[in-house]
Each structure stands twice: as structure tokens, then as C-alpha cells.
């Protein structure tokens, strides 16, 4: 038998699966390229006619399965052994993972060590790495701009908890993801993710293996319950088509949230909600404008909860209907709110943006309330979205100017990294020549960053292959936003730019 034949026959074979390729039109390739099929199987030691099947499964045992004018591996095959090997090997590598970031957690906590500081230079060649991807969690774009889908720096384990800027290795603390994720997945760890500890807060090992499990594991393997939590938020906020910033409940521009002034919280109507529904509820609240029942209802809310969560029990939402009643009745208050068509999550997320999150379970509803703390993921908006760099404008452009507001637009990430990059070259309308050389060093290392070549590189600027790179460089400078032109100097190369330009410190 022509043992050399039968691997390269192995190797076809095994791309057919992979291209899910039909059995002739890609055997017949395989004929043309090592004779024809009555030469390429007496070499391989068949005589007669007999299946294709019956040859595979002598050449190779229990490998392949001939179906459907397809081939696939079987179930048995070596491949496939290979492939629930390494699945294996990698699950026990992501649990110890997961062990050693509880663990490091637990002594976090400990010793009473302060967060993590979040460093945004030794995040930015993430945010390189990450641009145009999508969400590790929902699988959207990530856009390089503000919403509920834009770009933002995901800590796994929150810095106040003991989390690294780090994202390196099999399993990276930090990665890119959709700012409604990152958001999502901190109000879990608001809601159910936290337990108190001789009067400190620290994670729950639960929460931490789900922020990893969600990313990292199988779809089966994560908590069912913080699961179904996540899925619910997300999809509220996504159907709804909810704002992530603070909801504009007034229509002024605005949100101002009205305070309960203390001596109305001394008032005895404002006291402590009791663990009871034995007694009736006044309609103590009819007389309140808007903004003071919306007041009322978060701060009863609140105690109610905390009141009902220190007895060992969730809040469920048939109980809100006591505090309804306060405001006279659920229609009444909704009336006044002007959401009489809109369900309880909505108006709650919609009222008191990041203070509520709610949980079914089977035909329960329950309602959390998050505790008002910062944010855990890093926002670089600032950074993806800026104003063109400024111009010269004619007589004309100035009238418009000043009668039209301009919007910024938003800039590609990989120009704004280059614009960052050269602002520490100080210009000045005397001082205005760069050396090729020190420009070259500077991309160089941006390059670098994102472990690419040139050619790859100046491609993220539609910069196309032909020409000098001196010549290259400087498409990619104009297509930055840059006015400049190379000179050369003897045996040397300069950029000399023209003002007004982005390196100019105000």
C-alpha cells in the first residue's frame, strides 16, 4: 500500500467534512491530482468494485461516514476524540481559573486591600484589538461610539472587588464588550452577586464563576438563575429601546430627581413599611405632584425590600400593590407618571434608571434593588467619538457656523489612536518639519500593539500597496485628519505639515 497516498487521502477527506463538500465533484479533484480512481485505489491495495463507504472503513476505522452525498467524521473517529480531548483538557483549565479567581478574591477581601486602580494607557492596546469585533456575551458589533451597544472595557472581576487591568492569557480579566452587557451583568452582581461580611461587602464565589462562565464556558454550564436575570434585562432594554443614560422623565433637557425633604421623612406616613399586610393603606400620596410621588413610591420601595430581604424573603411584585395604593391605585399613579400602557419593569427602569432590576421565577416576579455605586466597566467614549480637527473657514463657512450647530463626528478608532500617538509632536508654524523617521517610529509601534505588518496596518486606512512606505505613510497622515507633504532634505526624508493641525496645545 502507497502510505503516502493514504494521508494525503486522509488529509482530502477531512477538508471534505469541513467544507461540507459533496462526495464526487471533490473525489473527482482528488483523481486529477493523483491519477484516476481505478490507479489511486490499486495503490491503496482495492481490487473490484465494492462502496465507498466499505474503503473507508478499511483505510480508516471508524473514522468516516459517507451520507447524503456528504462526509462526515463519526462519532468514534479520531478526530472527534481529538476534539472532546481538548474541549475536556480546556474545561479543566477554565475551573481551575475559575478556583483561582475566587481565591484571590477571598484574600482580597482579606486583607482589606483598596481597588484596583484602573489604568487606561495599559488598557488601550485591548480597546486596538477589540475594534470591530463583537460582544463576547450578546454577539453584536461593538460600535465605536455612545449607546446601548457601544465599546466599553469589561473587568470580570470589578477593580472594588480586586480585578486587574489585565487581558492577557487563556482567560483575560479584561475584554471588550457592549456597554447594555457590561451594565447588565453589574446590576446581577448588584442584585444577587453580593453578601455582607461583618460589615463589609464582598463578591459571592456564585457570581464570580457566572461573570466567567457567561464568557469563557459552555452555555449549559452557566448559572441558570443569573442567566435567566441577564436575559431578562437585556431584553427589556433592548425592546424597549430604553436610553442607557438617565431617562429624561420630564421632558426639560434634564433629570433632576426630587429629594424628600427630612422633615417629611419624619412625617409618620413616611416611617418604616412594616413586614405585614394585615393593616389598610391610606391614600396618603394623592395630593403629591409627579415628582414627588415618583420620590414616595423609590424610598417605600426601597425599605420595603430591605425590610422584606432581612426576614429571608424576596420581594415579589404582587406586593407592590400596596404601595400602589398609597398613590390611591396603580392607575392613578401610572396616570400621573403618564405610563398607563407600560409594565412594571418598564416604568421602574424608566423611573429610577439602574436602582431596580427584576427576577422571574416560574410565575413570580420579584423585584431587587441595586445599591447606588459607580459603574464597573471602563467608558471610552471620549475616546472613539470626537470633533474633526478644526480648519480655516471662508466668509460663507463662518456665517453658517454660526448659525448651525455642528455635530461631532464620530472618528474611526485607528485614527484616533494615530492622532493620540503624534499629539506629543509640539508644532509650531516656525517648527513644523517631522523627520520620516521618528513619524515611521511612532506607527511602528501602534503596529506592533496589534501584531500586524505594514501592509496589514495601513489597510485599516484603505491605504493600498504600491509606493514607498514614506509615500504610504503620508496617504495614511491625510487620511488622519493631517495637511502635510514630504520634503527631502539631501539624503534625508521630512513630513512638513501645514497649520492649523492637531499637535497645537491650547
Not at 456575551?137 to 477593580?159: D, W
Request: net charge negative; charged share 30%.
Amino acid at each position: 500500500m502507497d502510505e503516502g497516498l493514504k494521508k494525503l487521502f486522509y488529509a482530502h477527506l477531512t477538508e471534505m467534512v469541513f467544507q461540507a463538500a459533496q462526495v464526487n465533484p471533490s473525489l473527482k479533484v482528488f483523481y486529477r491530482q493523483n491519477g484516476s480512481k481505478e490507479e489511486v485505489f490499486k495503490k491503496l491495495d482495492f481490487k473490484g468494485q465494492i462502496s465507498l463507504q466499505k474503503r473507508l472503513d478499511r483505510l480508516f476505522p471508524d473514522e468516516f461516514r459517507v451520507q447524503a452525498g456528504l462526509v462526515s467524521f463519526t462519532e468514534r473517529s479520531k478526530h472527534e476524540k481529538m476534539v472532546e480531548k481538548r474541549a475536556s483538557l480546556r474545561q479543566q483549565r477554565l475551573e481551575a481559573h475559575i478556583l483561582a479567581t475566587q481565591k484571590a478574591a477571598q484574600i482580597h477581601f482579606e486583607n482589606h486591600w483598596p481597588p484596583t486602580k484602573r489604568d487606561q494607557k495599559k488598557l488601550r492596546p485591548l480597546v486596538r484589538k477589540s475594534r470591530g469585533k463583537n460582544c463576547p456575551t450578546c454577539g453584536v458589533e461593538m460600535l465605536p461610539r455612545n449607546g446601548i451597544h457601544g465599546f466599553t472595557v469589561e473587568h470580570i472581576v470589578p477593580v472594588r472587588y480586586g480585578g486587574k487591568n489585565t487581558y492577557d492569557g487563556e482567560f483575560p480579566q479584561c475584554v471588550g464588550m457592549c456597554y447594555l452587557c457590561n451594565q447588565t451583568r453589574n446590576n446581577i452582581v448588584l442584585a444577587i452577586g453580593r453578601e455582607e461580611i461583618h460589615g463589609r461587602t464582598r463578591m459571592t464565589d456564585r457570581a464570580i464563576r457566572f461573570l466567567i462562565t457567561q464568557i469563557y464556558g459552555e452555555r449549559d454550564q452557566v448559572d441558570s438563575q443569573m442567566a435567566q436575570l441577564f436575559s431578562e434585562q437585556y431584553q427589556l432594554v433592548s425592546s424597549q429601546e430604553i436610553a442607557v443614560e438617565e431617562y429624561d422623565l420630564w421632558g426639560i433637557g434634564e433629570w433632576v430627581e426630587y429629594q424628600i425633604p427630612p422633615e417629611e421623612n419624619s412625617t409618620p406616613h413616611l416611617t418604616n413599611i412594616p413586614d405585614t399586610e394585615e393593616d389598610d393603606v391610606e391614600p396618603v400620596y394623592l395630593d403629591l405632584n409627579k415628582e414627588q410621588a415618583v420620590a414616595c413610591l423609590k424610598r417605600d420601595l426601597k425599605k420595603a425590600i430591605e425590610v422584606s430581604n432581612k426576614n429571608g424573603k424576596p420581594y415579589s411584585v404582587k406586593r407592590l400593590e400596596r404601595l400602589w395604593l398609597k398613590h390611591g391605585s396603580p392607575e392613578q399613579f401610572r396616570e400621573k407618571i403618564g405610563m398607563q400602557n407600560e409594565d412594571i419593569d418598564v416604568i421602574l427602569f424608566r423611573l429610577y434608571p439602574h436602582q431596580f432590576i427584576l427576577e422571574t421565577k416560574g410565575t413570580v416576579r420579584y423585584i431587587h434593588a441595586l445599591e447606588n455605586e459607580g459603574r464597573h466597566f471602563y467608558d471610552f467614549s471620549a475616546e472613539v467619538a470626537i470633533p474633526p480637527l478644526t480648519k480655516t473657514l471662508n466668509e460663507e463657512e463662518l456665517v453658517v457656523a454660526e448659525t448651525v450647530h455642528a455635530t461631532p463626528v464620530p472618528v474611526p478608532m485607528p485614527v484616533l489612536f494615530v492622532r493620540d500617538a503624534l499629539a506629543p509632536l509640539h508644532l509650531s508654524d516656525e517648527q513644523n518639519e517631522v523627520p520620516f523617521e521618528r513619524i515611521k517610529e511612532v506607527l511602528d509601534g501602534l503596529r506592533k500593539e496589534d501584531g500586524m505588518d505594514w501592509d496589514t496596518y495601513l489597510d485599516f486606512f484603505n491605504i493600498v500597496p504600491s509606493g514607498s512606505l514614506a509615500e504610504r505613510i503620508n496617504l495614511l497622515l491625510g487620511e488622519c485628519g493631517f495637511k502635510c507633504h514630504l520634503k527631502k532634505d539631501n539624503q534625508n526624508l521630512f513630513f512638513v505639515f501645514e497649520p492649523p493641525h492637531v499637535f497645537e496645545q491650547h
